[in-house]
Structures are given as C-alpha cells and as structure tokens.
C-alpha cells in the first residue's frame, strides 16, 4: 500500500488528515508528541505510532518511505505564540525545517503538504483574500507559518522538494478543546458572556473534515513550484453571529457582550478567495451554522 507520514498525527488537524489519508488508500505512520492508546490510533486511521521530537535523526528512523508528508506539527494558537514566541518558532519552524531535509536526502519521491494559516496574510483591506495578497502576518504565529512557506518554496526551488501549501482560515469541530466555540460554549453556561471585540469581527470556518479532505487533494498537485491554495468557505461569518448561534443551541437566554478591545495578534476580518482549490476538485461541504449542535453535543457528552 502507499505509505503516508503525518507530523503532528495527535494534534487536532493531523488526526483529521490522518484519517482522511487513509480512507484513500493510504498505510499512515504518525510522528509526534502526544500518548495514544493503540486503539485510539488505529480509529484515526494510524498504522504506527512513534512519541518522538521532529527531528531529521527520527525520521530516518520512523518514517517509512512516505509518498506523502503532511507536515502538520505546530502550536495552531496565535495566543501561544505571543506568550511563548520561540518555542512557537520551533514547532513551525523547526519542524518544518527537518521534514524537507528528510525528504532532501532520504525520499527525494516524497510530496510534502504543508498546513500554513491565514494569519500569514494579517489584516487586510479587501475581502475576499486572494493567494496573491501580500504577506503581513500581526502575530509570531503568522510570522513562523510564513518562513516555513519559504522554506517549502526554497527547497523547492534548490533541490526540487514537491510541496503544497493550504493557507487555512478558521478550522473547527468536534475535538477542538480552545477557540472561539469552545470559550463560547463554556462562558455562555456559566452565565458569563464576555468576549473580546466588537462582534464585528469576522472569520472564514471551515470544517476541519473538510480540511482533510483539502490536504489530500493536495498530493497529487504538489510540485517544486510549491502550488498555494486557500482552505475555506469563500464566507465571512462575524463573531456576534457565531456566538448568537451557541446560544440558541444551548437554549439559554444568556447573551453575549463584547468588551470593544481587540486581543492582540488578531486580525480583523478574514474571507478566503477559494478560487485556486476548487480546480483540485475539492469543495467544503459543510456550514458552521449547522454544524453548532453536533460541537455542543459532543461537549457535552464529555468526548474529549
């Protein structure tokens, strides 16, 4: 069978392509920190699993010969990356860093897809946000995502490394434990509805299966040119929307209040231009509005 490398394969995102990956054929191998029961591995579509730091010495050792390498390590908090910036650097950067060189001199045959972020493009003047916008990242996050693209494209460029690259807007469901859903969910039960902003910010969700489904499309378009692609919905939903549908969905009469402050690092408002993914044959398929029940449920149900 092919093989695949996830990076990051017990995070939230790596779990979800790991997963996606296999269910298209692939035997998935999984490198990374976190400890995983091997019955829970194998239900996220992960043949192996190895608890290593990303480093070039245990990929040669774990990985396997992949066909594909999805590097999908990292922080994924903007929040953490303005506490703690270099330890953000290493888990964007780094790693990024020793997937490529791996794929340099042990499996020159491997594709690597990179999940960056839309936080590499900052706050911008004009919706939707093509590719093409200009990179002005407001936060350590975005920074670290943005070299890690170079990396890709340079790697590219020297040694021919094909790689992809999905600028991800505002990924959620089911198993995400931090972000916007998740505080609103546990601030409207407590009766304490207190949000940075206006409410007016806005955001582009997309479904984090939807997200998968994405990166594996990915595969067969990477190429030393190092393709890039949006991954959203292509709409813009503001925050006081997102959080007026918790609330109903939780059937309360608690409402949100927003405190007029934006929390640093934060963009504005962001609205993919998706334009470039479609012809991969990929769209997203699923909208937050209908999705809020099924968040709520499985916090509820306590299935962390």
């Keep these: 069978m092919k093989q695949a490398l996830v990076l990051g394969a ?4 790596g779990r979800h392509a790991a997963l996606a990956l296999r269910n298209a054929g692939y035997t998935v ?3 990374g920190h976190g400890g995983w029961s091997e019955q829970d591995q194998r239900a996220w579509g992960v043949e192996r699993w190895h608890a290593s730091d990303i480093t070039v010495e245990a990929l040669t050792t774990y990985a ?6 999805v590097q999908a390590a990292g922080s994924g908090s903007v929040a953490f ?11 964007s950067v780094t790693t990024t860093l020793a997937a490529l060189e791996f794929i340099r001199t042990e499996a020159p045959d491997c594709a690597l897809i990179l999940p960056s972020s839309a936080a590499v493009y900052g706050n911008v003047s ?5 590719i093409n916008h200009p990179l002005m990242p407001v936060s350590p996050y975005g920074a670290h995502k943005a070299i890690a693209e170079d990396l890709c494209r340079s790697y590219g460029r020297s040694f021919g490394v094909r790689s992809a690259i999905i600028r991800l807007f ?4 089911p198993g995400l434990r931090k972000q916007l859903l998740w505080d609103a969910y546990h601030k409207l039960k407590a009766g304490e509805p207190n949000f ?7 955001r582009d969700w997309l479904h984090v299966a939807d997200a998968a489904d994405l990166i594996v499309a990915a ?7 190092t393709p890039i692609v949006n991954g959203g919905t292509g709409i813009s939903i503001a925050n006081r929307d997102v959080l007026a549908w918790m609330a109903a969905a939780l059937g309360g009469d608690c409402q949100p209040r927003f405190s007029g402050t934006q929390r640093g690092g934060d963009p504005i408002g962001h609205q993919a231009d998706i334009s470039e993914a479609i012809p991969w044959g990929w769209q997203p398929r699923r909208q937050l509005r209908d999705e809020i029940p099924a968040i709520v449920d499985w916090i509820e149900r306590g299935a962390f």
């Design 196 to 202: 940075f902003g206006t409410g007016g910010e806005c």
């Design 219 to 225: 595969v067969s378009h990477a190429s030393a040119v």
């Design 64 to 69: 396997n010969m992949p066909s594909v390498l």
């Design 170 to 173: 505002s990924i959620y469901g």
């Design 29 to 31: 191998t999984g490198i």
């Design 10 to 13: 017990a995070g939230f995102i």
């Design 126 to 130: 004009t919706l939707p946000i093509s």
């Design 81 to 91: 990356s303005m506490t703690h910036p270099v330890q953000d650097y290493s888990r």
